[in-house]
């Protein structure tokens, strides 16, 4: 079992950058792929972004490439999400999750993932 929480949400103006954190519960964080997605209201949850279990791998939407970064570590059993360049388009709640997974795809779909966090709501106003 792997508990997620999420923090670093807030409201900035557009072309801000933002950092969101996601803490792991358990000692076997280092097994798990882990991935960002994102929620705006009235839509599907998406895609933002997944790293592989070591940090070697990442992938990201195209949406949020080149602006966005991924990353982890292990040892603090944390994912990262660094924002930057932010749009109002960003704006949406944020959910890291995690995926027990060696190996490493382009892990894109929620049904991929075994465990979720709550969620951190981040507005970006024009």
């Known amino acids: 079992q792997v508990q997620l929480v999420e923090s670093g949400g807030g409201l900035l103006q557009a072309g801000g950058s933002l950092r969101l954190s996601c803490a792991a519960s358990?000692?076997?964080?280092?097994?798990?792929?882990m991935g960002w997605f994102r929620q705006a209201p009235g839509k599907e949850r998406e895609f933002v972004a997944v790293?592989?279990?070591?940090?070697?791998?990442?992938y990201y939407a195209d949406s949020v490439k080149g602006r966005f970064t991924i990353s982890r570590d292990n040892p603090k059993n944390t994912v990262y999400l660094q924002m930057n360049s932010l749009k109002p388009e960003d704006t949406a709640d944020y959910y890291c999750?995690?995926?027990?997974?060696?190996?490493?795809?382009?892990?894109?779909?929620?049904?991929?993932?075994?465990?979720w966090g709550q969620g951190t709501q981040v507005t970006v106003s024009s």
């Open positions: 999750a995690a995926r027990k997974s060696y190996s490493m795809n382009y892990y894109d779909r929620v049904d991929e993932y075994d465990y």
């Open positions: 358990g000692r076997t964080f280092s097994t798990y792929a």
């Open positions: 790293i592989s279990w070591s940090g070697g791998t990442t």
